[in-house]
């Protein structure tokens, strides 16, 4: 009989960014140099791949993928964070788009992560069967492996959400739709969708990070082995990039995932940092460290390659 008191959410209210009232048009300038930012810097490096016969090896054909992701992180994100600056209702639909792509891309970005590390702990260790072990079919299975996985992780967190009941209040206290904000607002038992979201954003990314790590402990002792500091800087150079990006991604979310005691101001601060500058990020990190990639954005331009 309680039940027939309340009537049934069709829309949230994002309380938005903590601390920024007033700030909506200098925040909204700070996005609105972000996204197109991000747009050019992955749609250079996909092209600048595609273009240059000479990187189309499965190194980077996962940094053309990560490009894909980035893209869409910051499509999905960048957008509805410059709406929600001046309208903060979001659609029951609406949101769970933005819990669907959020853990949709998030899940392909750290398991792709992992076979880029891979890729290179092949490249460096086993140099001789590099070309048969990471032949084009196994690289195709391997980049459709984390979008498919990745696929299903999202319909099963984006379900088990929103069939839950919301039939009380709709103020979620966080600036975007992601699910412990939302299921705190539910009319039911949460503990199925609060432990499967701990596993599937806490427990899965960090067996990925300690592979990723171990993958790194082998390539280090690999190339310590290699007699020329020449050559020992060559396969080294293979992997900052990769190193660094890895950092920039599971750093911010070992801290929003492990510090649920953290302050709303440094909680929201990190998620932005996550959602905004490091799909930015990413492209240049791999435009710095990689002269093949310099040489390629050289020759799209119309450039001459340096020598």
């Not at 009232?21 to 747009?39: D, H, M, N, Q, S």
């Not at 038992?189 to 960090?206: Q, R």
């Not at 991604?249 to 995932?257: K, L």
């Not at 990689?290 to 340096?306: C, F, I, P, S, W």
């Amino acid at each position: 009989m309680e039940m027939e008191n309340h009537t049934m959410v069709s829309e949230f209210i994002l309380l938005g960014i903590p601390n920024t009232r007033g700030l909506e048009t200098i925040l909204f300038i700070i996005f609105l140099v972000f996204y197109p930012c991000t747009l050019l810097g992955n749609l250079l490096i996909l092209s600048a791949i595609l273009a240059d016969s000479h990187l189309h090896t499965p190194m980077y054909f996962f940094l053309c993928n990560l490009s894909v992701i980035d893209l869409g992180f910051s499509s999905v994100s960048t957008p509805k964070l410059l709406a929600n600056l001046w309208s903060r209702v979001i659609s029951l639909g609406g949101c769970m788009s933005q819990v669907f792509f959020y853990h949709f891309l998030g899940s392909t970005e750290y398991l792709l992560y992992t076979v880029m590390a891979y890729d290179r702990y092949v490249a460096i260790c086993h140099p001789l069967r590099y070309l048969i072990i990471m032949n084009w079919r196994v690289c195709a299975i391997l980049a459709a492996g984390t979008w498919i996985t990745s696929s299903f992780h999202a319909t099963i967190l984006t379900s088990l959400t929103f069939t839950l009941p919301y039939c009380g209040s709709n103020v979620v206290d966080y600036f975007l739709c992601d699910i412990f904000p939302v299921v705190k607002l539910a009319c039911a038992e949460t503990y199925i969708i609060e432990t499967v979201t701990f596993t599937n954003t806490g427990v899965v990314p960090m067996t990925c990070f300690l592979l990723i790590l171990l993958s790194y402990i082998r390539i280090v002792y690999s190339i310590m082995k290699i007699n020329s500091a020449e050559g020992q800087q060559k396969a080294a150079s293979t992997c900052i990039s990769h190193l660094t990006v890895v950092m920039l991604f599971f750093g911010p979310c070992a801290v929003v995932y492990t510090q649920p005691q953290l302050s709303k101001v440094l909680q929201s601060s990190v998620q932005l940092f996550s959602y905004l500058a490091t799909p930015m990020l990413n492209p240049v990190i791999y435009t710095l460290k990689n002269k093949e990639v310099k040489d390629a954005l050289r020759k799209l331009t119309g450039q001459k390659t340096a020598r």
